[in-house]
């Protein structure tokens, strides 16, 4: 059975490439980089698949997916066919995960679990709201987490968030780190607008610089001192700043 193909810019892949985008400027603050990170990644959906393919494309290795059944922990790593194995997962309309560890007989099923339990570098929640709460959270940094992402809205818990934010390891809230698909919409109707077609590579070009832009701002807004950015501090202060920006350019003040 082929696997479904779909085109970049693809708005939910945009998403998981902007995550890694984002992850990434977040590492290079802190003279780190992807290459030989194990990284976990929960969902199965196109915003998992776009961040399991930069992932990969960064020298990373993506050791979970997840779905409403459980996750699968493949210590080979999740690249080549077993991303497009996520497709095909998806577009059986099963939604579920179980069936890859029968395709892939060296990775592991858990039933009715998430992947926060696992030893990884990485997190990226890119599934659904509040999947990851306290004790995820603190049993990511026992296992020596040093950086989350997320990928979809609001995954994480306020109580997890605050593990984080003690802990002071690197963590992106939602508003700015899965910012990619807006982006790549927004950038979709400027070229409507000027009647251009860019070719995939130049959309993920600008969805990069966009993603490397925002990174900056909450740096900005956010450090705290040479060791540490608050990130969620830095995305609503540069997040108010913007607003408030446009509102004095239209007079609204």
């Given at each position: ?97 179980a069936p890859y560890a029968r395709e892939f007989p060296n990775a ?58 003690d802990a002071k390891i690197l963590y992106a809230p939602g508003k700015a780190s899965n910012a990619g698909g ?72």
């Open positions: 059975m082929a696997a479904p193909q779909a085109t970049f810019p693809n708005p939910d892949m945009a998403t998981g490439f902007g995550v890694v985008y984002f992850a990434d400027e977040m590492l290079k603050n802190v003279g780190q980089n992807f290459e030989g990170k194990r990284v976990a990644i929960s969902g199965f959906g196109n915003v998992a698949w776009g961040a399991a393919i930069k992932v990969n494309e960064l020298g990373g290795k993506v050791v979970t997916l997840s779905g409403p059944d459980g996750y699968i922990y493949d210590a080979d790593g999740i690249c080549d066919e077993k991303i497009n194995y996520m497709l095909m997962l998806r577009s059986s309309n099963n939604d579920i995960v592991i099923f858990y039933p009715g679990k998430r992947p926060w339990e696992q030893a990884v570098d990485i997190a990226l929640p890119c599934a659904t709201q509040n999947e990851l709460d306290k004790n995820d959270a603190e049993m990511l940094i026992k296992n020596g987490c040093i950086c989350v992402v997320e990928g979809a809205n609001m995954p994480s818990t306020p109580e997890a968030v605050k593990v984080f934010e807006v982006a790549t919409s927004g950038l979709e109707m400027s070229q409507n607008y000027m009647g251009l077609s860019w070719t995939s590579e130049k959309v993920d070009e600008e969805l990069h610089h966009i993603m490397v832009r925002i990174h900056e701002q909450c740096v900005e807004h956010g450090r705290v001192n040479d060791s540490y950015v608050d990130y969620v501090h830095g995305a609503n202060v540069a997040g108010f700043l913007k607003v408030a920006h446009a509102m004095v350019e239209q007079g609204i003040v």
